[in-house]
């Protein structure tokens, strides 16, 4: 064994190594690296070349699918509930309708691409229907895919980000058939996350410090669907950040960029929330969101960009703390806007706050 690419067939069939012997390979020298990579690929080797590398408690931590940092619900920080019913709508669109959807929500300055990911994890136990499906392959995506560790020629890079409705529409068509899971059915199989987004670009020309919009983060999954047929003939995962902003597209947005990457399906077990110090994971209902104030960390007539950023800096100090608009707001002044010694500043006083100081 030469290089580490030799043993690519083997990374993800012994998820649970414990001993692995490469003593005498070429790559011992060839790479001095190796070890590294392969304690990343292997979360339970416990001895490489007769040497222990892992303490048993590491491997025990590991086994469980502890991290370092624990998983959280997802944060869907919403703004009239324009994220919402976007996502709503796109996807069983883009599964029965994407001509229609490319010309509902996208215009001529509208970026989208996509992007293959062969080396993302797998998940380690497969679902049952999976062995009557056909073997994976990237055929259909990999002349559009825009991933820029493998793709290093510009023309190349320009090519595959599509511009505009026309090419935007055009790249969705000459994609495979698709079907995604009911958001509202199986919410277990996607994980969702939106933020508010100021200062991007004006249309219209007229607000110079630009507009606010939302960056929308979907992860998940789909069938790929035989037209003949209607049967899925292969699963796989994906990731997809939407940037969307108004415009003349349905319900008065536009999206200005749209990101979609492919891999192999993984299911959904990443996002599903830890508990945290023996306490019970947080859901939804109990996760702390952050006060609402219409127009608040959003672009409008008479603000400056400074006001916007120091808005949007008073809604994370009240989502991180469940503080109120106003008590987020006259901590940051006392602390010279900044949202580090805000964050101390409250730690220290939270103790002698008045109730009405938070949500």
Not at 151 to 170: C, K, N, Q
Not at 255 to 269: C, E, H, K, P, Y
Request: glycine content about 10%; some cysteine; charged content about 20%.
């Amino acid at each position: 064994l030469k290089d580490l690419r030799s043993l690519d067939g083997w990374r993800w069939k012994f998820r649970h190594l414990d001993h692995l012997v490469l003593t005498g390979n070429p790559i011992e020298a060839e790479i001095l690296t190796y070890k590294d990579e392969i304690l990343k690929w292997y979360p339970t080797l416990r001895i490489l070349n007769g040497i222990q590398v892992r303490a048993d408690e590491d491997i025990t931590a590991a086994s469980k699918g502890k991290l370092p940092i624990p998983i959280l619900a997802a944060s869907f920080r919403d703004e009239a509930s324009i994220g919402e019913n976007f996502i709503k709508q796109f996807f069983p669109t883009f599964d029965t309708d994407r001509i229609a959807l490319a010309n509902g929500y996208y215009d001529a300055q509208s970026t989208f691409s996509l992007s293959v990911n062969t080396s993302a994890p797998r998940a380690s136990e497969q679902p049952v229907g999976h062995e009557k499906m056909k073997p994976l392959a990237w055929d259909a995506y990999i002349k559009k895919s825009r991933n820029l560790l493998k793709v290093t020629h510009l023309p190349s890079r320009m090519s595959r980000a599509y511009v505009g409705t026309e090419a935007i529409r055009d790249s969705w068509t000459s994609l495979p058939s698709t079907r995604h899971p009911d958001l509202l059915g199986e919410p277990q199989k996607w994980l969702i996350e939106c933020h508010s987004l100021p200062g991007l670009p004006d249309p219209t020309g007229q607000s110079p410090g630009g507009v606010g919009g939302l960056i929308v983060m979907v992860h998940g999954e789909f069938y790929e669907i035989d037209q003949a047929t209607g049967q899925p003939t292969m699963e796989r995962s994906f990731d997809r950040t939407f940037v969307l902003g108004p415009g003349g597209g349905v319900g008065g947005i536009r999206v200005i960029s749209d990101i979609l990457t492919l891999r192999a399906w993984g299911g959904s077990a990443a996002w599903v929330p830890e508990s945290v110090e023996g306490n019970a994971a947080p859901t939804s209902s109990s996760t702390q969101r952050p006060q609402m104030v219409d127009g608040l960390g959003i672009s409008g007539p008479g603000k400056s960009e400074e006001q916007i950023q120091k808005e949007a800096m008073v809604l994370e100090l009240s989502k991180v703390t469940g503080m109120t608009v106003e008590y987020s707001t006259m901590c940051l002044e006392q602390s010279g806007w900044s949202l580090e010694g805000a964050a101390k500043a409250f730690e220290l006083a939270k103790a002698n706050l008045p109730p009405e100081a938070f949500l």
